[in-house]
Structures are given as C-alpha cells and as structure tokens.
C-alpha cells in the first residue's frame, strides 16, 4: 500500500514490505473528504477520534459553562430551569460517551498498533465502523435539545420514572442515539481486543506489553462485558414508553429500582472504562520523565486486573440511599472499600517510580504528576462515599459532584491531555510549544481545583445536586466554582493553540523525542510516524533486567 | 508472518453503513414518536442490509482469492468470539431483570421484607409467579400462561436438534463430504424455520387466547423481551445459515478453512444454548 502522505522517512521493514507488494496494494488514496471517510488506517482513524472527541469536549464544556453561568449567584439569571436540566444531562452524556471514551479510543488507535508492532488494527474496516456510527450518534443526541419538548433533561443517569412515565417525546430519538454509540463502542472494543491477542510482534508476550496496551486490553473487556446490559436496559426504557410494557413500574409487578441496578451494572464499570487506559498513560509518562524503569509492573497489570473484576460487584454503592436490605449495603459497602487498595498500589508504584528519580518537569509530565495527586484526591472522597451510613448524608449533593469531577477532569481527562502532549511528537514530527503548554497546564490545574474543590464543601453542608437554585450560604462556594469553570473551559482553548502550532511547526522531534528511558516500540519508528509501520513485523526484544 | 497481514486499502463500506445505520435509527424514532417514518426507516433497513451483503460480498472474494493468512483468521475467530460474549452480556440484562423481579421485587410488593412498606400502595396485592393480577387493577395480567411441555417443549427439541444436525454438517465438511455437509445443513436450516414458525404460532396464541400481551404486566414484558429478541437471534442465524448452505453449494469451503461456516455455527450453538435457559426460566419454573 503506497503511502498517502508526502514521502517520508519509513522504518526499513515497512519500505521492504511495500516494495515486496500486496495484490491490493498501490491504489491510489481517495482525495479530500473521502480520504478520511474511506480510511482503514489506524493512525488516521485515530486522528479522527481525538479531533471529535475534542469537538465534542468543547460542546460539553460549553453546556457546563451554561450550567456554572447560571450558578454563579443564587436565584434564576439566565435559563429557565427546564433548559437547566437539559444542560445538565446533556453535559455528562457528552462528556461520557462523545468525549472521554472516544478520546481514549482514538489514543488505543493511534498507539496500541505502534506500541506492540503491528501493521495495523486487526480489522481495519470495522474500525471505520466503528468511528463513524459516532458522529451519526451524536448528532442524533444533539438534535434533540431542538425538538419539542426539548432533549433529556433527567440526568446522564437517566432513571427511570423520570426517563420514562415523565420524560420529553424525544427520549426515543436519545435511546437510539445511545444505541448507536453502544454498537461503536463494542466493535471498537472487539477490534482493540483482537489486535492486542492478535497482533503483538513476535516474542511480545502478554507481561511484555506497555501499560497502555494492558489497561486497554482489561477496558475492552469491561466495554464488552458492560455496554450489551446498557443497550437492554435502554431497550427495555423504549419498550415502556412506546409499547406499554412495564420494566420500571410497579403498577404492572415491574421496579424502578431495577433500572438502577441494570444501570449501574453498566454504570460501574463504565467509570473505570474511563480511568483504566489513564493508568496506563500515566504509567508509561512517568518513568520516562524520572528517568527510571516503573518500580513494580508485574502488580499493576494485576491492580488493573483486580480493579476490572472488582468493578462488576460494587454497582449497588450507587444505590445506599434507594433502599436495600442490610446485607447488601453491608457488601458493597466493604468490595467498595476493598478497590482502594489496587489503587493504592497503583498510586505506590507511581511515587515509588519517580522517588529518587531525575525528574524534569515537561509539559507531558506536569499533567501525569497533577493526574496522581488530584486523581487520589477524587479516590479518597470516593472511599468516604463508600460508607454507606455516610452516605445517606453525601447522597445527591454537590460532594458527589466534587468527587466524580475530580477523577475524571484531573483524572481522566488530564491523563488524556498528557497522552497528548506526550505523543504529540510522534504524531506530528513536532514538540509543543513549551510556554503555551506550561500556560496550559497552570491554567488548568488553578482553574480545576477552583471548580471542584469548593463543591466539597457546599456538598457537605447540603446544597443538592442538578437544582439550577440554591440557598444564600451556598453562594461563595459557588461563585468560586463558576469562576473557576470559565477559568478551566476557556484555558483549552490554549491546548487547541498549542496542537494547531505543533501540527503546523516548532522544534522538530527525533524518533525518540523523550530520551532513552522511553523505551516502548513507538519510539522506534520516525516522527513523525509514517503513514504505515510495521508492515513486516520488528523482532521484539525484550530490555535487559 | 512477514508482512502478509492483509489491511485493506480503503472501504466505503462502513461509513455507508454508518449513514444507513443513522438513517434507520431516525426513521424508527420518527415512527415511535410522531407516528410516520416508516418510509424513512425502512430505507434505512434496505440500506443496512445493502451495505452488510455487500461488505459480506468483499470480505469472501478477498477471502477465496487468497489474501488471508493464519494470522487474519485467528482476528475473526476472536473478533466472533468477543462479539457472541457481549451477545451474552445483552441477554444477561434480560435474564438479570426476570431474575430481580421475582426474587426481590414482587415480594417487596407483596409486603415481605424489611422493604415491604411499598404494600402499602397496593395492600390487596400478593406476590406470585406467573404474576397473572398485577398490582393495580389498571394494567390487566395475562389470562394464563403457556404449559413449557407442549410447544415450548417441541421447540426445545427442534433447537436441540439443530445443534446436532449442525455438528454433523460441520463434521462432514470437516472430512470433505460436501454433499453430507450440504444435506444436514439444509436440515437445520429447516429446524430452524420450524422454530420460527412455532414461535410464530404461539405469539398469536398468546395474543388471541392467553392474554399474554406486551401490556400484560412485567409477565408479558419479560416474556416477549426475552422470548422476542431469542426469536430475532434465531431468524439472524437461520439467514446466515441459507448464506451458508449457498456458499456450501458454491464449493467455498475446504475442510480446513472454512472459517465463516464454523463462526455460523458458533453462533447457533449460542443461540440454542440461550433458549435453554428461556425454555428453564420462562416457561418451566
């Protein structure tokens, strides 16, 4: 297959196996729109991932600028509170499933074939699939706010009654958009399982494998075993609404209760879908910038493992203030608890990779390191809503919203800015630009904690979640946070700044563009990286201990 | 292994598919909602389907003009694999609903437990399964319910059966008896529209003289959920075994690669498996 890029310098391996040809080989590349509509390529159709989950983080980001605009003081300013609980759900969905996810599904497909050897995915076509049912999905979501009665307004969570007996007539346009970002997910999953069994080159073993690689692998599995119950459990919504059935009413023998437990079947493990491959970015990020090999990785592809299985038995945490019977908020209570301590010898393995390390401090590194520290802020709020009498107290105020917020925003998604500043290299033959990454970075850090962390405190004393009112104690609190939220949202834009100059230009990288610790096999190939790698597959071989 | 991985050049297939998927979906919701878009939807079906034949179409030419090696096979053997294990998972939500509502719900309901204060909407109400008097008078239960021992049974042993016709298809391609293998899949092919038509039959049954609707109470709901979306997996299988039976007649098949005909059968085996466990849970016990 020729290359569709400019000529570049290639790996020996791919320049022989090109001349060697393939019967399918030497078309020439489709122009323009199609290009990107066509692509099998696993670098391109990573490249589409992360520019529409960016996209798609700026629409949600806009929603919650929205949400913070109208609690920056008591009383209703700007929105009426109809339109407020649309903005509210349609944040989360947003940031859920059209942001987060595909961001890190675009980072497993950019990567994990550079990082185990392979030529590409294993099954390059579905993984086009699999990336463009997600524009047709969210598209389908965002419609709705423009249909009568407007779009979902009960939440990301979305529990029955309200998303059913009292919902708006377009909660059926937003269940099969969610169907749609289910299939995507699966076969995405599928496709990243498939090539990481699959398609290692020779001599990779499984406990060879980056990080990265390993907490994608446990993540697909998670995606696979979890978004089928999402997609019944919102088949069984639609056939409430449309057909009368009753799953959730208990007029007809049915439960309300039971979505939610459906749900957070589904919903638990989700959240780790989320932080899994963050571990992993954070575990390769690390020990590159402390000059040292990770301390311990043998036990954290275990706490990973341990931390999946884990997942699937404390969905009932969610649930304490619904009502259930002793024993079972006495056992989620305790396989809650028990999740901490993985994580800790996740968050161990970490310090103890940097300790006595030679640290410097690049822009990759400051977002890992600020991952750590606030990411274990958000663990330890998490460990006080798992006891269960404490969080009859917790339930539903804005201390929920301070913890969910400070895994997945410090958490997540500055695991995800960090895989990007530290690929970026790779991907564009560049370095970022060092003094608007730094800019970024402090703006974020100031402007996240600014957010997040006085809802802590106005959780605790009371104030109550998705309400766009709120009682006069709360207004310092809130004002911090509001400012906080302009502060954070409009600071991206640097981070839009940064990738439009790195694409364009600056100091040009080497193939290893972060120094000999980096190690993985992505650093062995040109950056940027070429169009296709690995097409004969490199002999792994595995570092001296 | 070196460099033989085949990675197709480009496709349109997918984002056909993901146009017609949308298109679909839209027509669907248009239907539910508003009540027209039939039109709409089912251009979008015609599309799915188009775009699935045709993306079928490439994948066995490239196939038999030798493009695929070991390493591609073992891809689609964990790619069919992962895909029936999340088959799985979506009809374990459904059994884990009926297994929630009967073990804990409807007691609750009833008034047992800790949690039985929610009798106190319904205090008449007693728990009982097959749940034929809701617990308000406004949503009518079904009238009765089917016995498992005359066509749920039948079709137990027609399922079963084609799990052993389908082996023995298998096994004779595997030994190079095409004829065989053509026979018995023919045969489970027509156990499998046997299927279909009893379930068929006893929808209309259910309709016409049980009182088992989809309004029938969270009986009729988990009855035609499960029951409905086993019998959407059965007519799947059964269309991918005539794609079978015709590729078999074709002479696509070696009796050492043939890997489409084996996945088919994965998936029956899987489709039989879960009938098991309805025919167990829903109509048994």
């Known amino acids: 297959m020729a290359p569709k890029v400019p000529p570049q310098p290639t790996l020996e391996q791919s320049s022989t196996a090109a001349e060697a040809g393939h019967g399918h080989a030497h078309h020439a590349p489709p122009k323009g729109i199609l290009r990107w509509l066509l692509t099998t390529n696993h670098k391109e159709i990573g490249t589409l991932y992360l520019i529409f989950s960016l996209t798609m983080f700026f629409i949600g980001g806009i929603f919650a600028l929205v949400v913070r605009l109208e609690l920056f003081q008591p009383g209703l300013q700007f929105v009426r509170p109809e339109f407020f609980n649309q903005m509210t759900t349609m944040h989360g969905l947003i940031m859920v499933f059209a942001a987060v996810m595909p961001a890190f599904t675009g980072l497993a497909n950019w990567m994990i074939p550079l990082q185990i050897g392979a030529p590409d995915m294993a099954l390059p076509r579905l993984n086009n699939f699999s990336f463009w049912l997600l524009p047709v999905a969210f598209g389908l979501l965002l419609s709705t706010l423009l249909m009568p009665g407007g779009g979902p307004n009960f939440g990301w969570t979305f529990y029955a009654p309200l998303s059913t007996t009292f919902a708006p007539p377009s909660t059926t346009f937003f269940i099969l958009s969610l169907h749609i970002a289910g299939i995507s997910s699966i076969l995405g999953a599928i496709n990243i399982i498939a090539t990481i069994l699959n398609m290692r080159a020779p001599g990779m073993r499984l406990m060879d494998m980056p990080l990265f690689v390993w907490t994608w692998l446990i993540t697909a599995f998670l995606l696979i075993a979890v978004m089928p119950v999402l997609a019944g459990v919102i088949t069984m919504m639609l056939m409430d609404i449309n057909f009368g059935t009753s799953f959730f009413n208990a007029a007809g023998g049915g439960d309300p209760v039971l979505f939610q437990h459906l749900f957070w079947f589904f919903g638990h493990p989700e959240v780790y879908i989320m932080i899994l491959p963050a571990f992993g970015i954070v575990s390769a990020i690390i020990p590159t910038f402390s000059r040292k090999r990770l301390f311990g990785y043998a036990s954290m592809v275990y706490a990973v493992a341990a931390i999946a299985v884990l997942s699937f038995l404390v969905w009932g945490h969610h649930m304490f203030a619904v009502g259930m019977p002793l024993v079972g908020q006495l056992f989620f209570m305790y396989a809650t608890m028990l999740i901490a301590v993985p994580t800790g010898v996740k968050v161990f393995n970490w310090v103890a990779t940097m300790f006595r390390g030679s640290i410097s401090f690049e822009p990759p590194m400051l977002f890992a390191l600020a991952f750590v520290v606030q990411f274990t802020i958000g663990g330890f709020s998490g460990l006080m809503l798992a006891i269960a009498p404490a969080d009859f107290q917790y339930h539903d105020t804005y201390f929920v919203v301070a913890h969910f917020h400070y895994v997945l925003v410090p958490g997540a998604i500055f695991a995800i800015l960090a895989g990007a500043y530290y690929w970026l290299p790779k991907w564009t033959g560049h370095y970022p630009n060092e003094r608007l990454s730094q800019w970024h970075f402090w703006l974020s850090v100031i402007g996240v904690n600014l957010t997040f962390f006085p809802m802590h405190f106005s959780g605790l004393a009371g104030m109550p979640r998705r309400i766009p009112d709120y009682a006069l104690q709360f207004a310092d609190f809130n004002l911090a946070s509001s400012l906080g939220a302009f502060i954070f949202g409009f600071s991206q834009l640097l981070f839009v700044a940064v990738i439009v100059l790195c694409v364009r230009g600056g100091k040009k990288a080497p193939a290893q563009a972060w120094g000999e610790y980096a190690t993985d096999l992505e650093w062995s190939v040109p950056s940027p990286a070429p169009l296709h790698t690995f097409e004969t597959p490199p002999t792994f071989e595995r570092p001296a201990h | 292994m070196s460099g033989s991985y085949y990675v197709p050049a480009t496709s349109k297939w997918p984002a056909l598919g993901s146009l017609a998927l949308g298109v679909m979906m839209v027509g669907l919701g248009m239907t539910l909602v508003h009540g027209r878009g039939t039109v709409v939807m089912a251009i979008g079906l015609v599309g799915v389907l188009a775009v699935m034949a045709l993306w079928f179409r490439d994948v066995v030419s490239e196939s038999r003009s030798g493009l695929y090696d070991a390493q591609m096979d073992r891809s689609f053997r ?109 045969g489970t092919v027509l156990l499998g529209l046997c299927f279909i038509t009893i379930q068929a039959v006893e929808y209309y049954e259910a309709y016409a003289h049980y009182g088992i609707t989809l309004q029938a109470g969270i009986y009729g709901a988990t009855f035609f959920i499960l029951t409905g979306f086993h019998g959407l997996h059965v007519i799947i299988g059964t269309i991918i075994l005539i794609v079978m039976l015709a590729r078999v007649l074709r002479r696509h098949f070696t009796p050492e690669e043939h890997f489409g005909f084996e996945a088919s059968c994965w998936y029956w085996h899987f489709v039989d498996v879960v009938w098991v466990g309805l025919f167990i849970f829903v109509y048994v016990f």
């Open chain 2, 78 to 186: 964990w790619g069919m694999g992962w895909f029936i294990f999340s088959e799985v998972m979506f009809f374990a939500a459904f059994f884990g609903a009926l297994f929630y509502v009967r073990t804990f719900a409807l007691p609750w309901l009833g008034g047992e437990g800790t949690k039985g204060a929610t009798a106190l909407l319904w205090p008449e109400f007693t728990a009982h399964w097959p749940l034929l008097s809701p617990p308000d008078s406004s949503v009518p239960g079904p009238a009765q319910v089917f016995s498992p021992w005359q066509l749920p049974l039948v079709n137990t042993l027609i399922l079963v059966s084609s799990s052993i016709t389908l082996t023995v298809a298998h096994e004779a391609l595997k030994e190079g008896h095409r004829k065989v293998c053509r026979n018995w899949l023919a």
